[in-house]
């Protein structure tokens, strides 16, 4: 073992041992630790010329004691940050929320997975968010009761703890305020609560905040939840045994997907549940006839609703069955063909618009409009309603944006499943998928959330005992003209 000493710049590093039975490489990877110099710039002097990383000791001819010359620029010094860096789980309870990208699940306090998806489900909308946070506390309007205005501020609170926690969410407050504003929520069996239907839950819910969140009769927009997820339709009634026919319009705040061995698809369920039959008395009958209804959808929400009518009453059983049949839903759906004659009519620019700015993404000319490019829809969109994949409209056309006004394409993208396992409405599990701002899709299992992939959303359709879509939402896709 040999030691000597090194002058690198104005220092002098004495004691440096030399293992003449390992390579230079290693003796300079000592100088790298005293120094920071890397052996790669490291040039030391010796006999001969430079030292390299592979060369002999004894042809070199070191001796013990001997002053080695180095020269070498040292690696820049890494600066210490200027903040402490904080690591996400030490970050308090709000900021973890809000790097998570997602909010907190519900604990399930005995059966309310029906109401916690529902509530998972309706938070992902933030024009209701928006709209409750700026409802008042106290001074609620005359029309609204006692109840609906605690059920209103524990919906509130409840989606403000979900974001602001990334812990699971008790919803004590809002349980015990649903159950007093609909009693049929507390049934008991063997002293625990029954599972309920979580369609009612979602229906009743959105009454009760479309009550309290009407602004006065003198606003622009006194219904912020019928704006937001309100379905106006335009109905034929005829009475084919005497010919008479009359025109209806309703509102409604979902549309029905009914279920027979003849729908595959979501768009054909849809078509089903637009039409059907009704009696009633025949004034040029004098007696009770049979009517034919069929119903074209005359405007659009912001948020189309559509439920899958899986349930139905088994006098057999006394009970709800569940129908398991298979029913495909697109991540895309376009209900043009749904909709009445001056609804497409308004739809057609904005959607000659939208085919124009997706042609532009694949390097395609833009058409020049005219009423048959208008109506038709592109190969690609009419593959997509063969398949079930339709699509919608929002009653906030003509919102303005930095580049224009926003309208309507009647084209919707899928936002939140909530979905059922097993056999029947009054048991099983309900089970939320919410589409994140982020594009991430997020399984809200109660207090579990989870990362799903969104191929794998699509294949909740039903067709075994696995969970399958029971109610879904879309957003509408708008476009600046």
């Known amino acids: 073992m040999l030691t000597v000493s090194v002058k690198w710049q104005k220092k002098v590093f004495e004691g440096i041992e030399i293992d003449p039975t390992l390579p230079p490489y290693v003796f300079k990877a000592q100088l790298y630790d005293l120094t920071g110099v890397p052996p790669e710039r490291q040039k030391i002097m010796v006999k001969g010329g430079l030292l390299k990383d592979d060369a002999d000791w004894s042809a070199i001819g070191v001796k013990d004691g001997q002053k080695l010359m180095m020269m070498g620029t040292a690696d820049e010094i890494v600066k210490a940050p200027e903040k402490a860096i904080v690591f996400a789980e030490d970050l308090p309870e709000e900021e973890q929320a809000t790097h998570l990208g997602y909010s907190a699940g519900l604990v399930n306090l005995g059966n309310t997975c029906y109401m916690n998806s529902t509530v998972q489900c309706l938070k992902s909308v933030p024009e209701l968010k928006s709209a409750l946070s700026n409802y008042a506390l106290t001074g609620r309007s005359n029309d609204v009761d006692q109840t609906s205005h605690m059920l209103t501020v524990a919906t509130r609170e409840l989606f403000g703890d979900l974001d602001r926690s990334v812990n699971a969410v008790s919803p004590t407050q809002f349980w015990m305020t649903l159950r007093k504003k609909f009693p049929q929520f507390s049934q008991l069996q063997n002293g625990m609560h029954m599972q309920q239907d979580a369609e009612e839950c979602w229906t009743q819910l959105l009454y009760t905040l479309s009550q309290s969140l009407k602004a006065p009769a003198s606003s622009e927009d006194s219904d912020a939840v019928k704006a937001l997820f309100g379905v106006n339709l335009r109905s034929r009634v005829h009475c084919q045994e005497s010919g008479e026919e009359s025109s209806e319009t309703e509102s409604v705040y979902s549309l029905k997907c009914h279920i027979s061995h003849e729908v595959n698809h979501l768009h054909e ?157 009054d048991s099983g599990h309900y089970v939320a998928w919410v589409k994140q701002e982020s594009g991430k899709w997020i399984q809200y299992d109660d207090s579990h959330p989870s990362l799903q992939r969104e191929e794998d959303i699509t294949k909740l359709s039903g067709g075994g005992d696995w969970h399958m879509a029971y109610i879904i939402m879309y957003k509408a896709r708008l476009v600046s003209m």
């Open 269 to 425: 369920g849809l078509k089903h549940g637009l039409k059907g039959e009704l009696e009633k008395t025949s004034p040029a009958l004098g007696r009770t006839a049979l009517y034919l209804k069929e119903s074209l959808i005359d405007s659009l929400p912001s948020y189309l609703t559509v439920q899958f009518v899986r349930f139905f009453w088994k006098r057999e059983t006394n009970q709800k069955a569940k129908i398991l049949r298979k029913v495909d839903y697109p991540l895309e759906l376009d209900i043009f063909d749904l909709c009445s004659e001056d609804l497409r009519k308004k739809l057609e620019a904005p959607r000659q618009k939208l085919r124009d700015e997706e042609g532009k993404k694949l390097g395609l000319q833009p058409k020049s409009s005219s009423k048959d490019s208008d109506v038709k829809m592109t190969d690609a969109e009419a593959s997509s309603n063969e398949s079930g994949e339709s699509s919608t409209v929002t009653q906030q056309e003509g919102a303005s944006s930095e580049k224009g006004t926003l309208h309507m394409t009647g084209i919707y993208d899928l936002v939140s499943v909530l979905t059922h396992k097993g056999r029947s409405a």
